[in-house]
């Protein structure tokens, strides 16, 4: 987004929705200063009823997407809106079911400040006060504080106001049971569906706890108020002071024990802090680190050596030409971004932790959010709070981690173990082909008498190391840990799901004489490859060379494996199912993905689960929920020798 000095817009917004018909009609009273005119966009389904400059009823003239007001030469104006419209209907044209624009229905309304549902100027950052009014037995909310509400039989009236500059709001409408808990001097608020009531304790407290912990590390939440809101719609999205998730998704347990802390913390980092995203987006990235990464770590350190080997195992399953700059991704807006976005700048905030230690890291972190809170930051602004945390120069780390893409490529070169008069010599040859890139890389030498930690700096194409025992060594590992970010070798990285959802080489065949399974097989098979799927004959799937999808019967899956030159694992686990996916490749080293159902049926349960484990290799389902996940096992590797004789 464009930057701009413009003084900010004051915003004074009354809402009245009928929520048995959508309609909406919307009174806005602006204060502009400092303009000559005043240039904004509107949702194309509000119309505008009336529109006031400084008492004088004037006409918006129309530029493409743009209306513009041409303003008098004094300093500050009034403009006041008159608006009416329909929200569009969930599943219309003009809605839709991603949740990026507004939508309506009788389970709720969602209306994204983004959308323009008020007038929307170049800026994106306004003050306001927002009054909303729904008919009784509906309750509404939206971000910023909230001031107060009632309910009487006339209806319910809630007000809202964000006295700093912040985005523009975002409105949810709908037949919510609320909840509230007050805690640590804030407001916390569930605006659940009926059926989701009893939850509600449990998310409150989960809420609590969460904005506790980070205040604690970070510094003190910067809202008055925090809301978890049911959607109709299935997605999960964070607001300045609320998070708004699908009702399907609430009961799931991941959502309120790792999810919510993400969604959480991003009042932090991404709303308390705007991101500067002409720069790069590190918002994303730093929550993955803190929230997601940091509840793995808290279950110990193999579940969060898990976590990194996961991001690993993602980045080794995107291809090249799909890689891109840390400093290029802006948002989700695939899962080959999010590899980026999230996987690989979380990785790199533990690798910077790694190199200028935990005190400095944290210290680095509160200067951070007490320098730029209720402003916009950018890159090059964390590194200027970590380099005076740390009282070191990080230019060479962030320029080699954000500015271009690739990872570095490791492995052992020759060995050798020889006598010495203290026990033993180890040299060893470390092999970096990919220039440019310099790191800490721990080393782990097992001798028969225990073993021995080392780290070495990485920033040459070939580094050689040597070590003297006193006790006959048995091995060598580079990154036991794995905590450096690398492109994986093939031996290190087994088949998953990724590997052919994000390869736009990748074919699909549908194995099926059913037309309705193939039909649900076609829709499977869009919504899990990253880009279109491209539907193969047999005879073309059986051409190596490409990543292949599979998608099937269960009682046609051996003849389709003998066809294909297939095999089905044998190390998969032995459970009741009604539907199986694993990852295998062909003798050429090309992934394949196969899917089998029992049924049409069976293959529609599908449809919304599994986008969501593209980085297993093998998930059985019975009945549309996973009862077996996993990845296959990993061998040793290109950074493991045996030095033994």
Do not use: C
């Not at 999960?236 to 009702?247: A, D, E, I």
């Not at 940091?294 to 995107?318: C, H, T």
């Not at 040459?460 to 580079?478: C, D, I, M, R």
């Not at 593209?614 to 590797?637: C, D, K």
Request: aromatic share 10%; charged share 20%; glycine share 6%.
């Amino acid at each position: 987004m464009a930057q701009y000095s413009y003084p900010s817009i004051e915003h004074s917004i009354d809402v009245l929705l009928e929520t048995d018909t959508a309609q909406i009609l919307i009174e806005d009273k602006l204060l502009v200063r400092g303009r000559d005119n005043y240039r904004f966009r509107l949702a194309p389904w509000l119309s505008i009823e009336n529109l006031v400059l400084d008492g004088q009823e004037v006409t918006a003239r129309r530029q493409g997407q743009w209306y513009l007001v041409e303003l008098p030469a004094d300093d500050q104006h009034e403009l006041k809106f008159t608006l009416r419209g329909v929200v569009p209907a969930r599943g219309s044209q003009q809605a839709s079911a991603t949740g990026v624009f507004s939508s309506s229905g009788s389970d709720g309304f969602y209306l994204p400040g983004y959308d323009a549902w008020i007038p929307w100027d170049e800026t994106g950052r306004i003050n306001y006060r927002l009054s909303i009014t729904v008919p009784s037995g509906q309750r509404a909310v939206a971000t910023g504080k909230l001031v107060s509400d009632h309910n009487s039989d006339d209806g319910y009236k809630a007000e809202f106001e964000s006295a700093v500059e912040s985005e523009p709001p975002s409105l949810f409408a709908g037949p919510y049971q609320v909840q509230e808990k007050r805690g640590n001097g804030l407001r916390l608020r569930t605006y659940f569906h009926e059926e989701l009531t009893p939850l509600a304790d449990s998310y409150l407290d989960a809420a609590d706890g969460y904005i506790r912990r980070y205040q604690q590390t970070i510094g003190d939440y910067p809202y008055h108020d925090f809301h978890i809101i049911s959607a109709p719609i299935p997605v999960g999205l964070g607001f300045p002071n609320l998070t708004y998730v699908g009702r399907q998704v609430i009961p799931l347990p991941f959502m309120r024990t790792r999810s919510l802390a993400h969604e959480v913390l991003h009042n932090w980092w991404g709303n308390g802090i705007a991101v500067d995203y002409e720069n790069g987006n590190w918002a994303e990235g730093l929550t993955t680190y803190l929230a997601d990464y940091a509840l793995a770590a808290d279950q110990g350190a193999e579940a969060a050596q898990s976590m990194r080997i996961k991001w690993l195992r993602d980045y080794a399953a995107l291809p090249v030409e799909r890689d891109q700059p840390v400093k290029a991704f802006t948002s989700k807006e695939h899962q080959a971004s999010q590899v980026i976005g999230y996987n690989k700048v979380a990785f790199i905030f533990h690798m910077l932790k790694q190199e200028i230690g935990s005190v400095a890291f944290d210290q680095g972190l509160r200067e951070f959010w007490e320098k730029h809170i209720n402003a916009t930051a950018a890159w090059r602004d964390l590194q200027a709070a970590f380099e005076d945390a740390s009282n070191r120069d990080l230019d060479w780390f962030f320029r080699q981690w954000l500015a271009r893409a690739g990872a570095p490529r490791l492995s052992l070169g020759a060995h050798s173990v020889t006598r010495h008069e203290a026990g033993f010599r180890t040299r060893i040859e470390i092999l970096q082909p990919v220039t440019g890139y310099r790191f800490k890389l721990p080393l782990l030498l097992a001798t028969v008498d225990g073993n021995q930690q080392h780290e070495i700096t990485i920033s040459e194409t070939l580094t050689s190391v040597e070590f003297v025992t006193p006790a006959k060594p048995l091995y060598l590992q580079a990154d036991p840990g794995s905590d450096i970010f690398r492109r994986l070798h093939q031996n290190e990285a087994p088949p998953i799901l990724r590997d052919v959802t994000l390869n736009a080489t990748s074919r699909t065949l549908v194995a099926s004489a059913d037309d309705l399974f193939t039909q649900t097989a076609k829709r499977l098979a869009s919504r899990l490859m990253d880009t279109q799927p491209v539907i193969e004959s047999l005879a073309a799937a059986q051409q190596p060379g490409h990543p292949l999808l599979l998608i099937t019967t269960n009682d046609g899956l051996a003849e389709q494996l003998e066809l294909l030159r297939l095999e089905r694992p044998a190390s998969l686990p032995r459970v009741a199912y009604s539907a199986e996916v694993w990852t295998t490749r062909r003798t050429d080293g090309a992934p394949v993905l196969v899917v089998s159902a029992a049924n049409a049926d069976d293959l529609e349960s599908l449809l919304r689960p599994l986008p969501h484990y593209g980085g297993q290799s093998y998930v059985l389902f019975e009945a549309g929920r996973a009862v077996n996940r996993g990845i296959w096992p990993i061998t040793r590797g290109a950074l493991f020798r045996d030095l033994a004789p």
